[in-house]
């Protein structure tokens, strides 16, 4: 039988739309990381990079995409980072609730 998974409150408050992006991570110590933004949200991102991203640590995002006329960059702190493979990390980004992209 499989166990139904429930997310606390706090996580998935907003849609997320799948985007694919390539991305830049400015972390504290000024260094820049290369990403690949897999989802956007208003509050926040799920971002895709070769390095991982210490949890609770504040970045900005930098990206372009079609949805948007010039290049996205935000603020935001470091959710949670997870090890997908050898090589590979799985960060999400929360943006804040006053730092809120806008679809418009």
């Known amino acids: 039988m499989?166990?139904?998974?429930?997310?606390?409150?706090?996580?998935?408050?907003?849609?997320r739309f799948p985007l694919?992006?390539?991305?830049?991570?400015?972390l504290e110590d000024s260094s820049r990381l290369p990403s690949i933004i897999r989802d956007l949200s208003v509050r926040g991102?799920?971002?895709?990079?070769?390095?991982?991203?210490?949890?609770?640590?504040?970045?900005k995002v930098v990206f372009n995409s079609s949805l948007f006329t010039s290049p996205v960059e935000k603020?935001?702190?470091?959710?949670?980072?997870?090890?997908l493979s050898r090589r590979l990390y799985q960060a999400g980004l929360d943006f804040g609730p006053g730092n809120a992209v806008s679809f418009d």
């Open 2 to 15: 499989v166990e139904a998974y429930s997310l606390p409150l706090w996580r998935r408050s907003y849609k």
């Open 20 to 26: 694919d992006a390539s991305g830049v991570l400015l």
């Open 45 to 59: 991102s799920g971002i895709v990079s070769d390095t991982p991203v210490k949890e609770n640590s504040n970045v």
């Open 75 to 83: 603020t935001a702190r470091v959710a949670w980072c997870r090890q």
